[in-house]
């Protein structure tokens, strides 16, 4: 495994006011190092009879995951950011988390690159 990448865990609580209305987002968010690998085809197609579309997954340790919602990623080759939603977590080992993620939106693709993260 490889554990060059960086990626931006985001975990997003929907909260609503005391008049029962949905409040801002508010996120809190951790850069950990992660290892990018692609969808399996049993994933693919298990996600697709669900109506998911699993794009990307993401190892991460244990330590390092805790229950996130959403992963920012850029690839720093090409300056790709992406936003993903974590479809499914589970672990193979104990110590390494699986994250199966759906492309949410790709910012770079309709021109906001450079964004910081």
């Known amino acids: 495994m490889l554990w060059r990448d960086v990626a931006t865990l985001v975990h997003v609580v929907n909260e609503t006011d005391e008049d029962g209305y949905k409040a801002p987002a508010t996120t809190a968010s951790r850069e950990v190092y992660v290892d990018v690998q692609s969808v399996k085809r049993s994933e693919f197609y298990a996600a697709k009879q669900t109506g998911e579309d699993i794009a990307i997954v993401f190892l ?52 906001r690159r450079g964004m910081n993260k």
């Open 60 to 111: 991460i340790r244990a330590a390092d995951y805790d229950g996130e919602t959403r992963v920012d990623y850029r690839q720093y080759e090409t300056d790709d950011y992406s936003i993903y939603r974590v479809v499914r977590s589970y672990t193979k080992a104990g110590e390494i988390i699986e994250l199966n993620c759906a492309l949410e939106s790709s910012p770079s693709s309709v021109g």
